[in-house]
């Protein structure tokens, strides 16, 4: 079998050194014996030394063309690539909340650095023999006319290469040609100019859409053999330049106002294109809109725009608090200052894993998936989309540690994670805080999390937070909360807000609405699913069967476990007993621990065993999985190395150091009575404590943290009460009383004065009558 292999490749190379000698000029020497030196431009002149010096056409071509190819595109990256990292031209970027790590940038560059060198260049190398066959001009000087040659055939070939890139574009997003070449583009949903040219070799070969492939090279040698030879090498290059500025500005991800799209108006650009890399879908032209708009593929798009402007413009209605949040609405807030963690990034560990392996890591130690089928459909074609939505009203607690470290699955399957900010769901919370401090506590819980991801060393690069009223206040999104109310019975509306909305006999309104403006939001924030706690499993079965009735596409949704309170119950923000604040300093951590639910050899309704189950062991196996595992305080030295908690007993009650591999260890020794309360509740304040360390530590360092903090949840003023007046008796004229009154009246007054007589036969009050009366008579 290998000398047929060997057989075939002896007779390939040797065809194509044939076609390559049969087509190339050796006489250099000859070449321009009949050219005037002095009657050529600089340009040409370099042209025709180039030639003579290298003495072999083809070589010298094929050199020329690969150079020019990676100067003029890494040339054309690196402006994208400080743009980046100057805040002045954030105002720009269309998905402002991603922008490109250092990590990706150069991930992307070995990428696109492989692939020139594998697949490009012997493309580059074949292709002088290729354009002399067809008729072009490659060495020959003086160059055409820009303006009555060059030109025209440049502009021809931008519509040829636009209808091919088209229609193989869309070809490419089958699903049996997606998920095994154009996926490998689609790493980045958010593009950067160095990812125009991140695909799969088989985009980049000679039948491909890429710039050196047939979409941009077989328009021009089809041309120049049809019109008989009249096109010239120097054309070809200007217009493989114009072509790898195009594709590389349509993947910078920014849109100025001087940016052609938006003064020529059937030029794409990367408004256009960025939003196929967003949606996944339709925007399939290259340069030109002309083809999206005669084949209906631009429609969402333009339903997508027209929805943002709403979104802006009642931004720009709000007060001015309210817009000092867009700076991170809709798109989200960048957290550029923050590390990327060890935890493996997209594309270095996601383009390693399959589809299954992504949904393994998604999907695992949840307490239910509804959908999952549809999930897996999904990640055949692309990435998922997901968010995690909370209220900002109380003070988060250590309960949001377990959604925020389930976060890091979904990371490293390179989901894209919306944080939604919901202040209005805050708001219709009984009005029990005015607008102005629920926009407070939007800022602070910003902050917050966003410590915490750094505390968790996780990957930030494809998380965005979202606040609620940056599209909850559109019209098109009230007329969709009209459509589900109308729609909507009030039993179903309170069967879906049962776990989350208090039930009364007579409940409000926004009580009733709070499920339908979740469901909605997973349509306005464009996800494929949202994560949420178990008690909202009646809020998701509500938008599965309610959102297709108006139109909009049933999504899927994962369910976390709830943390148990430190009294046994559920951990609330509105009670303060039950769970502990990221704030809450260790001797308050203690009190709060010593005072937990932990009955001698009781594992149900415990509340420090649900911690450590739920919390502390899970952060723990995140660290491990990063390769910091030195940061689990809660694992004691000499601990084997799969050991997950250590108790260290009490030696005056002959406790010793027992170290646990799985909670289920540690839960069946307690039950057994070899772990002593005490002893569990002293290690779980020193897990507690580690964990909250980091947080507080970047809270007490920034004065702007502290600020959000203090206006998010000010001192509470208690009101001194008023004093109560003092009822004045004022008797009635004795004009107007009547006989009886009078009497009553006498009777009153002879009791008064027999019970205060005093010496001298008169009252007090009868001496001062006196000494008035006497004073004056004088």
């Not at 660290?623 to 190395?641: K, T």
């Not at 004009?735 to 019970?755: G, I, S, V």
Request: proline share 6%; aromatic share 12%.
């Amino acid at each position: 079998m290998a000398t047929v292999y060997e057989q075939l490749y002896t007779n390939a190379t040797v065809l194509v050194t044939d076609f390559i000698k049969s087509t190339q000029q050796n006489d250099v020497a000859n070449l321009y014996a009949g050219v005037d030196p002095t009657r050529l431009n600089w340009l040409e002149q370099a042209w025709m030394q180039w030639y003579q010096y290298i003495g072999n056409t083809t070589v010298a071509t094929g050199i020329m063309s690969f150079v020019l190819h990676e100067v003029f595109y890494f040339g054309r990256c690196l402006p994208w690539m400080l743009i980046d990292y100057m805040g002045w031209f954030k105002q720009y970027k269309l998905q402002d909340a991603k922008k490109p790590s250092a990590k990706q940038q150069w991930e992307c560059t070995k990428y696109v650095l492989k692939t020139h060198f594998s697949v490009e260049l012997p493309q580059i190398y074949l292709f002088h023999p290729l354009a002399v066959m067809v008729g072009m001009k490659t060495w020959e000087v003086p160059f055409p006319s820009f303006w009555t040659q060059m030109l025209p055939q440049i502009a021809l070939f931008f519509f040829l290469e636009d209808f091919w890139h088209y229609t193989v574009h869309q070809l490419m997003h089958h699903r049996s040609l997606y998920k095994y070449v154009h996926k490998v583009h689609h790493t980045y949903s958010a593009p950067f100019g160095l990812a125009a040219e991140y695909a799969h070799p088989i985009e980049v070969s000679p039948i491909s859409r890429s710039t050196p492939g047939l979409g941009t090279v077989g328009g021009p040698l089809l041309y120049c053999w049809l019109s008989g030879g009249n096109m010239h090498l120097i054309t070809m290059y200007t217009w493989i330049v114009l072509r790898l500025f195009q594709a590389i500005d349509a993947h910078s991800g920014y849109d100025f106002p001087w940016s052609l799209q938006n003064w020529f108006p059937l030029w794409a650009g990367a408004e256009h294109h960025d939003y196929h890399h967003e949606k996944f879908t339709d925007c399939y032209s290259s340069s030109l809109r002309i083809w999206d708009w005669a084949f209906g593929t631009d429609k969402k798009y333009h339903a997508y725009r027209a929805q943002q402007k709403q979104q802006k413009a009642a931004l720009a209605a709000k007060n001015p608090r309210v817009q000092a949040l867009s700076a991170y609405s809709p798109l989200g807030f960048e957290m550029a200052d923050a590390p990327n963690g060890t935890l493996p990034v997209p594309p270095a560990t996601a383009a390693k894993l399959t589809p299954a392996e992504k949904y393994q890591l998604v999907t695992q130690n949840l307490a239910e998936v509804l959908g999952g089928e549809q999930m897996k459909a999904i990640l055949e074609e692309r990435d998922l989309v997901a968010y995690w939505g909370t209220a900002p009203t109380g003070r988060p607690h250590l309960g949001y540690f377990v959604p925020l470290a389930k976060l890091a699955d979904f990371l490293t399957a390179s989901v894209e994670v919306k944080i939604l900010l919901a202040d209005v769901h805050a708001f219709l919370d009984n009005l029990k805080a005015p607008i102005e401090l629920v926009e407070a506590r939007v800022d602070y819980y910003r902050r917050l999390i966003t410590a915490v991801f750094r505390s968790l060393n996780l990957p930030l690069d494809k998380v965005s937070f979202v606040v609620g009223s940056s599209y909850q206040y559109t019209a098109q999104y009230n007329l969709d909360k009209y459509k589900l109310t109308s729609i909507t019975s009030e039993h179903d509306a309170r069967k879906a807000g049962a776990e989350v909305v208090k039930q009364v006999s007579s409940p409000l309104l926004s009580g009733l609405l709070y499920p339908l403006l979740q469901a909605l939001d997973e349509e306005y924030l464009g996800v494929d699913f949202q994560f949420g706690g178990v008690d909202q499993r009646k809020i998701f079965t509500y938008a599965e069967q309610y959102l297709p009735k108006i139109g909009y596409t049933k999504r899927s949704h994962l369910m976390n476990l709830m943390v148990p309170g430190l009294s046994g119950g559920k951990m609330s923000s509105s009670d303060p007993n039950s769970k502990i604040d990221f704030l809450d300093p260790p001797a308050v951590v203690k009190s709060k621990i010593q005072k937990a639910v932990c009955a001698p050899g009781e594992v149900e309704g415990n509340g420090v065993l649900a911690f450590i189950r739920h919390v502390v062991v899970p952060l723990g196996e995140l660290f491990r999985g990063q390769g910091r595992a030195s940061v689990r305080g809660w694992v004691g030295e000499g601990a084997p190395e799969d050991a997950v908690f250590t108790v260290s007993g009490n030696p005056k009650f002959g406790g010793e150091v027992q170290h646990f591999r799985t909670v289920d260890e540690l839960e069946d020794a307690y039950a057994k009575g070899t772990v002593h309360p005490g002893d569990l509740k002293a290690a779980c304040i020193a897990a507690i404590n580690a964990l909250l360390a980091p947080i507080q530590a970047e809270f007490n360092a920034s004065a702007e943290f502290q600020e959000a903090e203090r206006r998010a949840y000010p001192p509470e003023v208690k009101a001194v009460p008023a004093k109560k007046k003092e009822k004045k008796y004022t008797p009635k004229p004795e004009h107007l009383m009547t006989p009886e009154e009078k009497a009553r009246q006498a009777e009153k007054d002879a009791a008064f004065a027999a019970k205060h007589q005093k010496a001298g036969g008169l009252t007090e009050t009868e001496k001062m009558r006196e000494a008035v009366v006497e004073t004056l008579s004088q």
